[in-house]
């Protein structure tokens, strides 16, 4: 009876911890709202295998924050820059703070 029973439960394990894996693949979320220019437009991602961060607008994906808002807001001063950009690295530490937290939550 163990014979059967050590294989079986080895494979619902396997089984579980594979499913696991593919909700955690990456995490995506809107970004917020901007006085000087409409970001909510973009997505900010985050690879859970390489912790990479990236940008995700009108289906092209960036990995510099300064490409994505220049292809958003063309037209931004410095200043606005600055602070989109300010307000875009928050955000994406926000993110990672929480996919780290739901990851220590699933084990």
């Given amino acids: 009876m163990k014979k059967i029973l050590l294989p079986i439960a080895l494979f ?3 089984g579980l911890t ?7 693949e990456s995490a995506c979320e809107r970004a917020d709202k901007t006085e000087s ?10 690879d859970e295998e390489t912790g990479e961060v990236y940008y995700t607008y009108e289906g092209k ?11 958003m807001c063309p037209n931004a001063s410095k200043m606005d820059k600055f602070e989109i950009t300010k307000q ?6 926000r993110l ?3 996919i780290r937290v739901d990851a220590i939550r699933a084990i």
């Fill in 18 to 24: 594979a499913c696991g894996d593919e909700e955690l």
């Fill in 88 to 93: 875009l690295n928050a955000q994406s530490k």
């Fill in 61 to 71: 994906k960036y990995t510099d924050v300064n490409a994505l808002i220049d292809a």
């Fill in 12 to 14: 619902a394990v396997m």
């Fill in 96 to 98: 990672i703070d929480r």
């Fill in 37 to 46: 220019c409409d970001v909510t437009k973009a997505e900010i991602c985050s």
